[in-house]
């Protein structure tokens, strides 16, 4: 398995097998890979004849107030579950290369990104579509990988490439849990024991969401405050936002209706957590 | 030749062209053909096996009080012209295609977009990066050929293609230009007789800079002052901006020292005209 620091290096690679007609499969991440990264990995594997990781933690995504320094970084331990898995290469590039001081070059989706996590993160998506181009551009996938626990985020990489032609398919696959419910994130790491614990309230919610439209509720502020309810008896749990939208247009509807989007943000202690479910009740 | 309206078909014939291992180069241009373009043709001819040029008025680089709808538009004079120099393919989009009612995404440059024409075209450049990107993606080229003429254009297209890590090679060819000096370019078809004999007075202008640098002038705010007044003397004449610039950052350059753009744009009766030269006085 190939280590790739260098821009230039990793096109020649790219360049080299799309030459010999082969598929090329790439999942983007920010490293400290978990069982969502490696449910990826292997879908890419089955998919392809060569494997791209990207590791890379974009600044361009992170505030400044946010926990771009802090966020976990091990490439060794993620290079062994790469290499247990099957891939061909790692691409592991510099910030500085990346983006050099004269930097100045950024890709924005309207209205997508200034809602849901685009409201408490101001700049992430525009961050997202730039590096999510950038790595299109060098790696030149025949299809990329993301998962489905970062639904705005697959959303926006979708409109993106529909928007700018970009020649890659998008797959995103189901988000991989704990046995509790809570999603696989690199930020869980963050959480101490009683935050552990009260993590699981998001999916719990949820599912109670989930019920309550099967049982035919279809007001969503009356699902939202329900919600609401059960997180807020958690002590540590503080929401960030609540939302039921259209699950393309990311549209807040009033009513459960085809298939929605319910998506969350919860602050855990001092760490903010996402997840979210589509619900397709029959009508 | 091939007459290409679809984006997918315009795709296939260039993966087609890839896959057997052809150079590929494209001329982007928004039709109303003259020399300008076809020398970029001839170059794009002379290096590549297949040679494509995109026909397409980018609705997203008008403002609302521009030139979108009365911009010259003949296919059928287009197609000759491109057939004579041996185009493989023109491709010519459809604006509702290319721009789908529901479409978001855009790509901007910083600083670089608001300076020179930037500041009186508020919005053209990021239609312009867009629309680049879009055909980049959809042409693949392993080259774009562009025109002098268009300076900040070639600075600001480099600049995506550099920082967005796009494979493409950016050849920018020298300005071709009317025996009394006006560059080429499709709104010189909007002047009457009076405003065409006026219209010399920029490239006059600007060898008048070059001459009084080789002299050894080189407070920028006196070049200036000299190239306004020539052109002031020009009763259809109203100076929009007249800039010394460095080459790469476009940055307002207070001596003319190393390498220097010089820009401008005149107001010819109801026609807004550019034109520039790069000077590279001995030090």
């Not at 999942?27 to 069982?35: R, W």
């Not at 990781?53 to 970084?73: K, L, T, W």
């Not at 592991?92 to 990104?113: E, G």
């Amino acid at each position: 398995m190939l280590i790739m620091r260098d821009i230039k290096q990793m096109q020649d690679f790219s360049r080299k097998v799309k030459r010999r007609g082969r598929s090329l499969g790439l999942v983007p991440t920010m490293g400290a890979l978990h069982e969502g990264h490696l449910s990826l990995i292997r879908k890419a594997r089955h998919d392809n004849d060569k494997v791209v990781v990207s590791i890379f933690v974009n600044p361009a995504q992170f505030g400044p107030a946010e926990d771009y320094r802090r966020y976990p970084r091990n490439l060794k331990h993620d290079a062994d579950l790469c290499k247990k898995e099957g891939v061909d290469a790692i691409f592991y590039p510099d910030a500085k290369k990346m983006y050099p001081d004269d930097y100045k070059t950024f890709v924005s989706v309207q209205d997508l990104s200034e809602l849901l996590c685009g409201k408490s993160r101001h700049g992430h998506f525009r961050g997202v579509a730039t590096v999510v181009t950038k790595l299109f551009n060098i790696v030149e996938p025949d299809t990329a990988y993301f998962g489905q626990k970062d639904a705005q985020q697959s959303i926006i990489v979708r409109k993106i490439v529909r928007d700018l032609n970009i020649p890659v398919k998008i797959k995103v696959m189901p988000t991989v849990r704990e046995k509790d419910g809570l999603a696989l994130s690199s930020r869980n790491a963050y959480l101490n024991k009683q935050e552990r614990k009260d993590a699981s309230v998001l999916y719990q919610s949820l599912k109670l969401a989930e019920l309550l439209t099967k049982g035919g509720l279809k007001a969503t502020d009356r699902i939202i405050s329900r919600i609401s309810e059960v997180i807020q008896k958690k002590k540590t749990a503080k929401i960030d936002y609540i939302a039921i939208v259209d699950t393309e247009n990311l549209k807040a509807q009033k009513k459960v209706s085809g298939s929605c989007l319910i998506a969350l943000a919860v602050w855990i202690g001092r760490t903010r957590l996402i997840d979210n479910i589509i619900i397709c009740p029959k009508n």
